[in-house]
């Protein structure tokens, strides 16, 4: 079956009314696990970004070294520095109970997971961020994989192995690692296609397959999303989407539980395809105002700035 263009106006119907009756905190919470010592942009962009689409909180949890540095870019992060490196503590068996344990119980205040922006390759920090995983699951949250995630995943598929609410975003490479690992041949499959195979692999998880033009597949249906994007491929473009994502899949928690009123048009098996594909689009078009406003010197953080702009014609279906 070749790939199709979703029904936008049932994507829009996700997202919340702007409204009185609302409290804070019903249009969304959103938690990102990642942040490093050495890389602390990541879980930044993905954390801004899903504020800046519409989100009402978002908890950032990170190692102590990239903590500081977070919260001084924006006061709007709720920051919990719990995570660890195997190199700071002194068992890593106990040091890995705390650590889980000190993050989960936050679980019960958020929608939505985001695993992995500036995560690193630490062997704590990676077996931390799979028992969250874990843990996320029991719970029946949405969970996005993303950056150093998807290497984790790469390591142990069974962590998200036929959990339909996980969706992972790789890029190029880690779609090619993601395949290999899952014994999957590309060249025997039509490019369109492929993203749907490896989904059938994890057992029907969602795959954003990001290139010149994203492929959003499950084990069901495959979606392509081709709206123009910009032409500068700079690091941190992923983890804006990974957050733009992860608001859209916290609207349709939301959306779930009839927070707001509304047709009970969606079912609940084809929120993480819709959230995908209406993720993938505000995102590109970010980048390509940004792009058209800043060229080859063009930043992530111009991008940040271009969300609302983005969503705006989103919604009301302009280019």
């Known amino acids: 079956m070749p790939p199709k263009i979703p029904d936008i106006s ?76 195997k190199e700071k503590v002194e068992s890593q068996n106990s040091g890995l109970k705390e650590i889980v344990d000190r993050v989960s119980t936050v679980f019960s205040r958020l929608h939505v997971l985001v695993v992995g922006p500036g995560l690193s390759r630490d062997e704590l920090m990676l077996d931390s961020a799979k028992e969250l995983i874990l843990k996320a699951r029991e719970k029946n949250m949405a969970i996005v994989v993303d950056g150093d995630g998807l290497y984790l995943i790469q390591q142990h598929p069974e962590t998200v192995k036929d959990y339909k609410k996980a969706v992972l975003t790789p890029n190029i490479v880690e779609f090619q690692r993601l395949c290999e690992k899952m014994n999957i041949n590309a060249k025997d499959h039509p490019k369109e296609e492929v993203a749907q195979q490896l989904s059938k692999s994890l057992g029907g998880v969602t795959i954003v397959q990001k290139g010149p033009e994203d492929y959003i ?60 594909w209406g993720a993938c689009a505000i995102s590109r078009t970010s980048s390509r105002l940004a792009f058209e406003k800043y060229g080859r010197g063009v930043l992530t953080s111009h991008m940040v700035e271009e969300i609302g702009e983005s969503y705006d014609l989103f919604v009301k279906d302009k280019k």
């Open 10 to 85: 049932k994507i829009r119907q996700l997202i919340p009314p702007l409204s009185s009756s609302m409290h804070k905190g019903q249009a969304g919470r959103v938690g990102v696990v990642g942040g490093s010592e050495d890389y602390t942009g990541a879980p930044y962009f993905s954390a801004i970004a899903a504020m800046k689409i519409g989100v009402d909180l978002c908890h950032v949890f990170c190692e102590p070294g990239a903590g500081t540095v977070i919260k001084s870019y924006s006061p709007d992060l709720i920051v919990h520095p719990y995570m660890r490196t």
């Open 217 to 276: 597949a499950n084990a069901d249906e495959v979606f392509q999303c081709n709206v123009k994007g910009g032409l500068k491929r700079m690091g941190g473009q992923g983890d804006i989407l990974s957050g733009i994502i992860a608001a859209f899949l916290a609207w349709g928690k939301g959306y779930e539980d009839g927070v707001w009123e509304h047709s009970n048009e969606i079912d609940s098996k084809d929120i993480a395809m819709y959230a995908a």
